[in-house]
């Protein structure tokens, strides 16, 4: 009798430090897209999920708009707070998990960001965070997201050697270096990933950064089995028509089952 093995999918403790965190994610291509999808009115309310420390809530919030942001991650939150305090900003910052998440309001347009949709590991766990989404979304809101479009021979090639991806240092002062080795699993559509860091020189520690990928299809699928019909399909931040040569997945959704 085969014994049964239980796999146990998880984001690093340290890809999550904060500091560490914004060092590596300095890019902002993706804050004009979202930017652009908000409405004109100023009164509509905004929902962040997944926001993270705030790197595309702060700037929205300067528009003059009222954005709530929520993530998992207390640390990610603190300085998300820390952030809006500096910036005269007074944004509500909640720490929760999408998939259950019950803020017992509804917003004119809801959005998931950077990717984090990877991080629902399973269908149950993605028809969960859908149906959280349907159930705080204005009757003919939006719903928006982005996330990869799997590269198969992108993942082949770094199963085979670990390489660097990332070198920076801190606001805090660390000097960051970090290599890259995967390994995809046909079985559950997870990417193990794991980030091996080096801080001021010397060796660290190896960090999962576990990604449930979705491909084109299956996606569409899912969305519209969750009573969202896809308005808008693109493959890159500059609205590009999705194609087979896409690196990204950029929805922009609106409720069909009639659910306000």
């Not at 809530?57 to 603190?78: F, N, R």
Request: hydrophobic letters at 35%; a neutral charge; proline letters at 2%.
């Amino acid at each position: 009798m085969k014994e049964k093995r239980t796999q146990s999918y998880n984001v690093g403790d340290l890809i999550y430090d904060a500091n560490i965190y914004d060092g590596m994610n300095t890019n902002l291509a993706d804050l004009q897209f979202y930017k652009q999808w908000l409405p004109k009115n100023k009164d509509a309310k905004i929902l962040e999920l997944c926001c993270g420390t705030g790197r595309l809530t702060i700037p929205i919030a300067k528009e003059g708009y009222t954005i709530t942001g929520v993530d998992y991650m207390a640390s990610m939150l603190e300085e998300a707070k820390v952030k809006a305090t500096k910036a005269g900003l007074d944004i509500n910052f909640v720490e929760a998990d999408i998939r259950v998440l019950d803020l017992k309001d509804k917003y004119d347009i809801i959005f998931i960001p950077f990717n984090s949709i990877h991080h629902l590991y399973t269908n149950a766990d993605l028809f969960k965070a859908f149906n959280a989404v349907k159930n705080h979304l204005k009757a003919g809101g939006l719903f928006l997201l982005d996330c990869f479009n799997p590269n198969i021979q992108f993942i082949v090639e770094n199963e085979k050697e670990q390489k660097q991806i990332a070198e920076y240092t801190t606001k805090d002062g660390r000097h960051v270096v970090i290599k890259q080795k995967m390994h995809y699993e046909h079985n559950t559509q997870i990417n193990r990933i794991e980030w091996h860091y080096c801080i001021n020189g010397r060796f660290n520690s190896v960090q999962n950064l576990d990604m449930r990928l979705f491909f084109p299809q299956e996606l569409d699928t899912y969305l519209k089995y969750s009573g969202f019909k896809i308005t808008n399909k693109f493959g890159s931040f500059d609205e590009k028509p999705f194609n087979n040569e896409s690196e990204k997945q950029i929805f922009i959704c609106k409720q069909t089952d009639g659910i306000s």
